[in-house]
């Protein structure tokens, strides 16, 4: 081989071997761009999406603390059984003791009216 080809071919290996040394070294820096670019484009969605999950998070702790309190209610009100029908019972008594008190009025009234008795005679006598 003459000197002309041998300068050749290690001109061929060098430039090989400095090519994949420069791919080697800037890979890295690359690889880093790459993912740089893949946050910034992907970072908005995903804070947008945590801001949507934490509105939604606070909405059902509402809810939640909505239906526990109206559960409460309900488990409350089951057992108070025994006062609605005590407000039951003093309600009839005070219905009937109303109707006695109207009745009793009413006769009252009936007997205190000048043309009461007349209009009963009257009534009784056409047979109305």
């Known amino acids: 081989m003459d000197d002309q080809e041998m300068q050749l071919k290690v001109k061929r290996?060098?430039?090989?071997?400095?090519?994949?040394?420069?791919?080697?070294?800037?890979?890295?820096?690359v690889a880093?761009?790459?993912l740089q670019e893949h946050v910034r484009r992907s970072l908005p969605?995903?804070?947008?999406?945590?801001?949507?999950?934490?509105?939604?998070?606070?909405?059902?702790?509402?809810?939640?603390y909505t239906v526990e309190y109206a559960c409460s209610a309900?488990?409350?009100?089951?057992?108070?059984?025994?006062?609605?029908?005590?407000?039951?019972?003093?309600?009839?008594?005070?219905i009937t003791l109303k109707d006695q008190i109207s009745?009793?009025?009413?006769r009252r009234r009936r007997v205190m009216e000048?043309?009461?008795?007349?209009d009963v005679a009257e009534k009784h006598s056409t047979g109305i």
């Open 103 to 106: 009745n009793t009025q009413g």
């Open 45 to 64: 969605e995903l804070v947008q999406h945590k801001t949507d999950m934490q509105s939604w998070e606070e909405q059902s702790q509402g809810a939640i």
């Open 114 to 118: 000048p043309g009461t008795l007349r």
């Open 13 to 29: 290996v060098t430039d090989k071997f400095t090519e994949s040394m420069y791919v080697l070294a800037n890979e890295p820096s």
């Open 74 to 94: 309900v488990k409350s009100m089951t057992n108070s059984g025994l006062y609605f029908k005590s407000i039951d019972g003093l309600l009839r008594q005070a």
């Open 32 to 34: 880093l761009y790459r």
